[in-house]
């Protein structure tokens, strides 16, 4: 399961945040989303300071053990409690262009958790 921002279109595979949320459960997903969202961004901010090599890699798929890697590597240094390299400063996220699909009709994978 991927979770996306509203620049993606909601997929079975990808949990995106309600548009408009009218409900009590979609703000709460929302809120979730958001959330869980910034937690997995701070990760991977983590892990780029530990390993610089990463920070501008652009890799294909079969590269991506490598990253795997990096990752396992990164959580045996959070369980020996080592110390975190200084983070640098987030960059901009680029806006993606929305695809506008009908999401009204087409929230599965929010509405079945």
Same mark, same amino acid.
């Given at each position: 399961? !991927?979770?996306?921002?509203?620049? @993606?279109?909601?997929?079975?595979?990808?949990?995106?945040? @309600?548009?408009?949320?009218?409900?009590?459960?979609?703000?709460?997903?929302?809120?979730?989303?958001?959330?869980?969202?910034?937690?997995?961004?701070?990760?991977?901010?983590?892990?780029?300071?530990?390993?610089?090599? !990463?920070?501008?890699?652009?890799?294909? *798929?079969?590269? +991506?053990?490598?990253?795997?890697?990096?990752?396992? !590597?990164?959580?045996? +240094?959070?369980?020996?409690?080592?110390?975190? *390299?200084?983070?640098?400063?987030?960059?901009?996220?680029?806006?993606?262009? *929305?695809?506008?699909?009908?999401?009204?009709?087409?929230?599965?994978?929010?509405?079945?958790?």
């Amino acid at each position: 399961m !991927l979770l996306g921002d509203r620049g @993606y279109a909601c997929q079975p595979y990808l949990m995106t945040p @309600y548009p408009d949320p009218t409900t009590v459960p979609q703000m709460n997903y929302n809120r979730a989303h958001s959330s869980t969202r910034g937690c997995i961004e701070m990760a991977f901010e983590q892990i780029k300071s530990r390993f610089n090599c !990463l920070r501008h890699l652009r890799v294909a *798929p079969d590269r +991506a053990c490598d990253i795997v890697a990096y990752a396992v !590597l990164h959580n045996v +240094a959070k369980l020996r409690r080592e110390r975190d *390299p200084p983070l640098e400063p987030m960059e901009e996220m680029a806006l993606v262009n *929305p695809m506008h699909l009908d999401h009204r009709n087409d929230h599965r994978p929010q509405s079945s958790v």
